[in-house]
């Protein structure tokens, strides 16, 4: 058994590598306003920060899974993060457009380290079992403390220092990350380890063929992508619902309660004993999730709709400790990174998709748009469920009764993995 002391390094990995991840959107819209007088390009350059994940997760799964040390994997992944900040924080404003979208392009290619990547390395800290159920639900605490902190420590030091001294800050932090990540009592992966080596073409299929075969995995990746198409047009629309209530301004404090409460649900269900299955907490929390919103959309002030985004935010907080138990519980040794990686990489991009169709929104709009990504989070739970219950009636071997060597059943002919 690893000592404790790995799970909470870890944790601190996690946290430093996510508060700079969480901080990008504002750190790049704040330099570009600050050096070029508008955050357009800003925006721009968030966008090719953000657009290479779902193409670099599948790959970013399978080189990890590959590498000989995965330890010496993240620290470059995090250390590339790092520098590719840093880097911006110096060129936005500074140098021609294309050259800053390059940067952050390269930059974003090691975002599903941060995202999904990191949370794959808590199966080689602990073995299966409560104490990493519980593992999980502190992981997923993280990635909301990571939400709350980013934003917010960047936009105090741009105020109170300068924005590329907050930039830095965050490029500091992923570097922390980095040294920490060096120290990770990382156990050997010895199921891994029997199976042969495949091509990289053939890894990266496996990653996806797995994520489509396993019946959890399938149930759980559709359904939080369809709600990431919602909670993608939250912000945009937090921020009309805000101006449509006669507090301009105010949409920081929705989302900010928004995330507090996410905090919140996950730090409460890692103190559960025992823990609820992931199954239960991935349905209660979608279905809690759109009953939030919705009793948003109905809010007559800002208080009141705060108080319903803290909820809804808590039960966010439950799908994703569920999505996180359920990608280590059924996914292959073999896989487990690219599981991971592939599964963060489509909800950014689902995330990604819902922010721009929240363009379009006006004020007046936003009660609807605010209903119709409630109604999102419902759709969400019922397609899980269908997709369990489907299912179950799928001949179909399922990664999760794997074979002894990590690799899923024969399946249908010309499906096999390695």
């Given at each position: ?124 800290l602990l073995p299966a079992g409560a104490e990493r159920d519980r593992a999980y639900s502190w992981d997923a605490a993280i990635y909301n403390a990571a939400a709350v902190a980013g934003p917010g420590a960047t936009g105090l030091v741009s105020a109170a220092l300068s924005p590329i001294t907050a930039a830095l800050m965050l490029s500091a932090a992923a ?244």
């Open positions: 058994m690893p000592r404790p002391s790995g799970v909470l390094r870890y944790l601190m990995t996690a946290f430093s590598a996510r508060m700079a991840d969480e901080g990008m959107a504002v750190a790049v819209v704040t330099l570009a306003a600050y050096r070029t007088g508008s955050a357009a390009q800003g925006a721009f350059v968030l966008t090719a920060w953000m657009a290479p994940h779902v193409l670099a997760a599948p790959l970013t799964g399978a080189a990890a899974a590959r590498a000989r040390r995965p330890r010496f994997f993240y620290v470059g992944a995090l250390g590339g993060f790092a520098l590719a900040i840093s880097a911006l924080a110096m060129s936005i404003g500074r140098v021609p457009l294309p050259v800053a979208l390059a940067v952050a392009a390269a930059g974003g290619c090691c975002g599903p380290a941060v995202s999904g990547g990191l949370s794959s390395l808590i199966t080689r570097a922390c990350a980095a040294a920490l990540m060096a120290l990770l009592p990382l156990r050997p992966d010895t199921a891994a380890a029997r199976v042969s080596p495949a091509r990289l073409r053939q890894d990266l299929a496996a990653g996806a063929r797995i994520v489509r075969r396993e019946q959890e995995l399938r149930a759980i990746t559709a359904a939080t992508c369809l709600a990431f198409i919602g909670i993608g047009a939250l912000t945009t629309t937090s921020v009309l619902l805000s101006e449509s209530l006669g507090s301009a301004g105010a949409g920081g404090l929705l989302m900010t309660a928004f995330a507090a409460g996410a905090l919140a649900g996950t730090l409460g269900i890692a103190r559960l004993r025992p823990a609820p299955s992931p199954q239960r907490l991935a349905l209660i929390g979608l279905i809690g999730t759109g009953m939030g919103l919705a009793a948003a959309a109905l809010a007559p002030s800002v208080p009141t709709a705060a108080a319903s985004f803290t909820v809804a935010g808590a039960c966010d907080g439950l799908v994703l400790t569920a999505t996180l138990r359920i990608r280590a519980d059924h996914s292959p040794p073999r896989w487990r990174t690219q599981v991971f990686t592939i599964g963060a990489g489509l909800k950014i991009s689902a995330a990604a998709l819902g922010s721009v169709l929240a363009g379009p929104a006006t004020t007046g709009a936003a009660h609807s748009y605010l209903t119709a990504i409630a109604v999102l989070q419902a759709a969400a739970a019922l397609l899980y469920t269908l997709i369990r219950r489907s299912s179950r009636a799928d001949p179909l071997p399922s990664a999760g009764t794997a074979v002894a060597d990590g690799c899923p059943g024969p399946g249908r002919p010309g499906d096999r993995l390695a």
